[in-house]
């Protein structure tokens, strides 16, 4: 079931970086930097998350303070869109990031299948000529 999940995220963010280069004529707008930056951020509060795992092992829930900085995963993501409207905010929008970071909540397991997905959207953008 998880292997299934794990296909089904990867599937998706093939799926959104292929219609991005489908709506761009053949090119991907948005750039390889671009899309990190998010990517780092998430890697950031993975680590978080992973720490806050190995000291509660039985937890399904983020913490308060992980929960809130998640939300703020959200600012940052708005604001690199408003800051290039026309390379980011179609990212943003085709792969719904708004909306799975909503989506997240305070569940552990949520917040890794989104940290995965964006993993797998710069891995398919890369793979599909993403440029810099």
Avoid at 80 to 103: G, H, N
């Amino acid at each position: 079931m998880a292997e299934e999940k794990v296909k089904d995220i990867a599937q998706e963010a093939e799926n959104v970086i292929l219609r991005l280069k489908e709506n761009g004529d053949g090119k991907l707008v948005i750039t390889k930097s671009q899309i990190r930056k998010f990517l780092a951020a998430v890697n950031a509060l993975t680590n978080k998350v992973d720490d806050y795992r190995a000291r509660n092992p039985r937890a399904v829930e983020l913490s308060p303070a992980l929960a809130s900085t998640v939300k703020y995963l959200k600012v940052q993501l708005v604001y690199q869109a408003a800051r290039e409207p026309k390379k980011v905010q179609p990212f943003v929008e085709t792969a719904r990031l708004k909306e799975r970071i909503d989506a997240i909540g305070t569940d552990l397991r949520a917040y890794e299948d989104f940290a995965h997905y964006v993993e797998a959207l710069v891995a398919y953008h890369k793979f599909y000529g993403g440029e810099d």
